[in-house]
């Protein structure tokens, strides 16, 4: 990092204060933007949707585990992928440890997957995590919630995801999805999110943005080329 200015402590501080204004902005910004997410319709989900999990066949509703909000973490892993994707395995890193908090805040939190349910629950337990993991094989959800293109779409290299027609890069895409169950048992379908919609929930790309470098990733043949397992650097 050649040339960087430096200057003295008076001079930081007064910089500094500059762009904690732009700061504060933003996070005023967020605030306004959650609330606009939150405010979004909702869509009754008709499907009951059969997962495979460690507590044999639950649906759609079962995962609530008895809270009223749920969400569901679209973990890359195809049916026939010997490992978990390894930038879904990043995200995990980070969410693990947060599941229990958010039980006390009325949120069940799980992760879904196509690769059948032994192999989820290997790769979990090799990298160490203690979250809910459930398969999908043998249904429908990840098509219906646009993370996993059929075989004719990845020859064609176009799927719908991210809610346009865009080229496809395999068969498996990452996401993340919020439900709500009411008092007779209805659930809706109120927010996904996908591609850099996922980026504000990595805390460690947000740590990395403070750090002189940044993500420093401009310099590499893709942004995520430097990532390893938790296991493998």
Request: glycine share 6%; proline share 4%.
């Amino acid at each position: 990092m050649p040339n960087h200015p430096v200057v003295s402590r008076e001079e930081w501080t007064a910089a500094r204060k500059t762009h904690l204004e732009k700061e504060k902005a933003l996070d005023r910004q967020r605030d306004a933007l959650a609330e606009s997410l939150r405010s979004l319709p909702w869509v009754r989900v008709e499907e009951s949707y059969v997962f495979s999990g460690p507590d044999g066949e639950e649906n759609l509703a079962d995962l609530f585990a008895g809270r009223s909000q749920l969400i569901v973490q679209h973990f890359m892993y195809g049916e026939s992928w010997d490992e978990g994707c390894p930038s879904c395995s990043f995200w995990a890193d980070g969410w693990d440890p947060l599941v229990v908090h958010l039980e006390h805040r009325d949120v069940s939190m799980v992760a879904i997957s196509k690769a059948p349910l032994a192999k989820l629950q290997a790769y979990r337990e090799r990298m160490g995590w203690s979250f809910k993991w459930l398969s999908s094989a043998q249904n429908e959800f990840n098509r219906d919630f646009h993370v996993s293109a059929t075989s004719e779409e990845v020859e064609k290299g176009e799927t719908y995801y991210n809610y346009r027609r865009t080229s496809s890069f395999g068969d498996e895409m990452p996401g993340m999805s919020v439900f709500y169950k009411d008092d007779g048992g209805v659930v809706y379908h109120t927010y996904s999110t996908y591609a850099r919609g996922l980026d504000r929930l990595n805390a460690a790309y947000h740590y990395l943005d403070m750090a002189p470098k940044g993500r420093d990733e401009s310099e590499l043949p893709w942004s995520m080329a430097w990532l390893r397992r938790h296991d493998s650097y």
